[in-house]
């Protein structure tokens, strides 16, 4: 299975620039995807396909990465930012990351 | 508008088996992918497998091959994932989504069925 390796959380005051790991254990093209989710709420994407914005989800998100290296970018983050962020691959199957937690000072 | 329904929350006993349903509605059914993602409290997500309803084609994560049976009802918009042989491992929320972009990516996603194995 491809392994995807993110950091549990992270803290950030809204205004302010964050930038979410994801490490995958072998290459998966560009074939990296993000996905938002709330406490109590289904996942909902952001990006797919590394870069590309999904349907009605703000500007403020990007991605980038390729290969084994990928990053998802809030900039500026906002109070309703607050959630945990998944990577997922489909390169190799379907795994997903462990979830980065992130949370406003 | 795209929508996934789940079914209702689940309490079934160790042993037994429990069947999720998940109603499309606002998208041609046929041509999109179901998946099914497992998430146990308060941990990450893991895919289950897919199906396609044109064809009744399967996927399956081989963690999940002898647990999970996917199925669908073309007549209903309708998947369904059954689960067999309940054990406490298997007490989570699952989650129905739609297959997206050639099938790579999961764009909608159902609200979530939350299964409880206890005695």
């Known amino acids: 299975d491809t392994v995807l390796t993110q950091s549990p959380a992270l803290a950030v005051s809204p205004g302010e620039r964050v930038s979410i790991s994801c490490r995958a254990s072998e290459g998966v093209d560009s074939y990296m995807h993000w996905y938002q989710q709330k406490p109590g709420h289904q996942p909902k994407l952001l990006i797919y396909?590394?870069?590309n914005l999904a349907s009605g989800v703000p500007a403020r998100f990007t991605g980038s990465g390729s290969g084994t290296d990928f990053t998802l970018t809030i900039d500026p983050v906002e109070a309703d930012d607050t959630a945990t962020y998944f990577c997922q691959q489909s390169w190799n199957d379907r795994t997903f990351g462990g979830g980065t937690k992130v949370e406003l000072k | 508008q795209v929508n996934l329904l789940q079914s209702g929350a689940a309490l079934v006993k160790p042993g037994a088996s429990v069947k999720l349903s998940c109603k499309a509605s606002g998208y041609t059914f046929t041509e999109y992918y179901v998946h099914w993602v497992k998430q146990s409290h308060g941990k990450s997500l893991e895919w289950i497998g897919y199906t396609n309803p044109y064809s009744g084609y399967t996927d399956y994560n081989g963690k999940f091959q002898d647990k999970a049976t996917l199925t669908v009802d073309k007549s209903t918009n309708t998947a369904f994932m059954e689960l067999s042989r309940l054990t406490s491992e298997d007490s989570a929320t699952y989650y129905c989504s739609r297959g997206a972009y050639n099938n790579y990516v999961l764009d909608v996603w159902g609200q979530g069925a939350s299964v409880t194995v206890s005695s």
């Open positions: 396909k590394a870069s």
